[in-house]
């Protein structure tokens, strides 16, 4: 029988603004150890994207190139499902092979964080799309996805629109619009494409902006109680929606020098 | 007949906090107009003891008491205002107990399941990813039994669930309603955030934009910060039923 693939993208950028945005990308470290352990524990098929095929990652931001990389990489390799993740998370140890709960259709999770910078983020980039009448109730995360080969003619084409309009695409990233990168143009295409999703994998399995949503906490009120209720009730922890990139590591290592002897 | 049901009691110890319900219950009145529907308002405490938010639990009592028919009955907080141009709720229910995430600390929400789960229900615990927000809800006929049950519980352990209240303050009806959806497998329905919009400011979409109008369809008032006298729940519940008769 085929294996899964976990594809972690893992890319450390050397565009030196990148790098300092994400702190030298130190916390990918992290993260990798749980999810190589995680594999290893579920017959999973590891494997770390680390090479963008665009060079220039600066202009080409990895979370675009992921998606066109994707498939090309795992050519070599014979797989039935891949799930592509954000480098930036840590897997809980005890987490239950969520390849098994997915179906055929592309999964992943509503995007209900800030919802003032992804509304932002779609009105930004309606003129692209002819003002297409976009449902804000589908709009998905980009950091966590669950697809099969049937999703491959979806990806080239989110690759041939990135670049037949790469000019106009960076300028309302990095100019205009400034809410994310790949996910409003991913959402779009989506959408328009009427690509079957299941959101129906629970919440535990995307546990994000952390610090938002008070996840860091635990039961001061039942003593002896000292657990953060992320650990406790979370598979995969998301170190994103933090105003610096650079608390990404402290919170990450923090989190595996409390952890880590579960995952021997 | 559909019924929203709501509960506008005067509370003598928080006077304040009552006065923009009047906009919420004007809201859901010319909602129901244009939705062929009614609503029930209770104003009069029927448990003096009993916190006004646990009146809701009365719901098929006093419809049943008052002869009114009803098919489906969405229940809502006082503290919440509907577009008046948002699509008929009632047609998305398929006939199931219906109601929305609770979105927001989550901190107080697993600490109220936690502590009601140690202190009342001998350890049960649930899936906290269904953990509703009570302050919407859609019932029917089947959910009476349901009803009935939680209010006998209430009079039956009111002093354990005073103490559990204010010692922790992390709830009252709610975490009592989502133990029994779940102890009693009710067949629930989670709806979209859109039919229940809570705590907006968290969410960053609470502002003079009106953002938040554009985004769904029921604007529920509630974890606005450093807000004890409820000035700020007035505040955005007068601006955002003024912008919306604007909008209509």
């Given at each position: 029988m085929k294996k899964n693939v976990l594809?972690?993208?893992?890319v450390k950028s050397n565009d030196s603004l990148m790098q300092e945005k994400h702190g030298g990308f130190k916390y990918l470290d992290i993260g990798r150890k749980s999810w190589e352990w995680w594999c290893d524990k579920n017959d999973v098929i590891f494997f770390p994207?680390?090479?963008?095929?665009?060079?220039n990652t600066g202009k080409h931001r990895v979370t675009w190139t992921r998606w066109f990389d994707v498939f090309d990489q795992l050519n070599d390799i014979d797989y039935n499902k891949i799930a592509l993740i954000d480098g930036s998370t840590i897997v809980r140890?005890?987490?239950?092979?969520f390849f098994d709960l997915t179906d055929d259709r592309l999964t992943a999770f509503r995007s209900l964080e800030n919802l003032r910078w992804l509304h932002e983020g779609v009105s930004g980039y309606k003129l692209l799309f002819n003002d297409f009448d976009f449902d804000l109730t589908k709009y998905i995360s980009c950091g966590f996805q669950i697809f099969n080969k049937s999703h491959e003619k979806f990806l080239k084409d989110l690759k041939q629109f990135y670049f037949d309009n790469n000019d106009e695409v960076l300028h309302l990233q990095n100019n205009?619009?400034?809410?994310?990168?790949?996910q409003p143009v991913y959402n779009y295409l989506l959408q328009i494409n009427n690509i079957d999703v299941?959101?129906?994998?629970?919440?535990p399995f995307m546990l994000t902006h952390l610090q938002r949503f008070d996840?860091?906490?635990?039961?001061?009120?039942?003593?002896?109680?000292?657990?953060p209720f992320f650990i406790k009730y979370g598979y995969i922890w998301f170190?994103?929606?933090?105003?610096?990139?650079?608390h990404r590591y402290d919170l990450m290592k923090q989190t595996w020098d409390l952890i880590e002897s579960n995952y021997k | 007949m559909n019924i929203i049901f709501t509960v506008n009691i005067k509370n003598s110890d928080k006077p304040?906090?009552?006065?923009?319900y009047d906009l919420s219950i004007k809201s859901w009145k010319n909602w129901a107009l244009k939705n062929d529907c009614e609503v029930f308002v209770?104003?009069?405490?029927?448990?003096?003891?009993?916190?006004?938010?646990?009146?809701?639990?009365?719901v098929f009592d006093l419809l049943e008491n008052n002869e009114i028919d009803y098919d489906q009955i969405l229940i809502v907080d006082s503290d919440t205002i509907i577009h008046?141009?948002?699509?008929?709720?009632?047609?998305?229910?398929?006939?199931k107990f219906c109601a929305v995430n609770n979105e927001g600390s989550m901190d107080w929400v697993m600490r109220s399941i936690e502590n009601y789960s140690k202190?009342?229900?001998?350890?049960y615990m649930f899936d906290w990813w269904e953990y509703f927000n009570s302050g919407l809800m859609v019932v029917n006929k089947k959910h009476k039994d349901l009803f009935g049950r939680i209010r006998n519980f209430y009079l039956n352990n009111t002093e354990l669930l005073k103490k559990v209240q204010d010692h922790?303050?992390?709830?009252?009806?709610q975490p009592i309603i989502n133990f029994f959806v779940q102890k009693n497998n009710v067949d629930l329905k989670l709806l979209p955030y859109e039919w229940n919009m809570q705590d907006m400011i968290r969410k960053e979409i609470l502002g003079n934009d009106f953002l938040f109008t554009k985004f769904g369809w029921v604007y529920h008032f509630n974890a606005?910060?450093?807000?004890h006298d409820s000035s700020k729940t007035l505040y955005w519940m007068n601006k955002t039923y003024e912008y919306l008769e604007q909008v209509e």
């Open positions: 594809f972690w993208c893992g994207y680390e090479q963008a095929s665009e060079l140890w005890d987490t239950p092979n205009v619009v400034k809410r994310g990168t790949d299941n959101m129906e994998l629970p919440k996840w860091f906490s635990h039961n001061w009120q039942i003593s002896g109680e000292t657990t170190y994103s929606g933090f105003p610096l990139r650079g | 304040q906090r009552s006065i923009p209770l104003d009069k405490w029927i448990y003096e003891e009993m916190n006004p938010n646990w009146h809701k639990l009365l008046p141009n948002a699509p008929n709720i009632f047609d998305i229910t398929d006939n202190y009342v229900f001998e350890g922790f303050g992390v709830g009252t009806d606005i910060p450093d807000n």
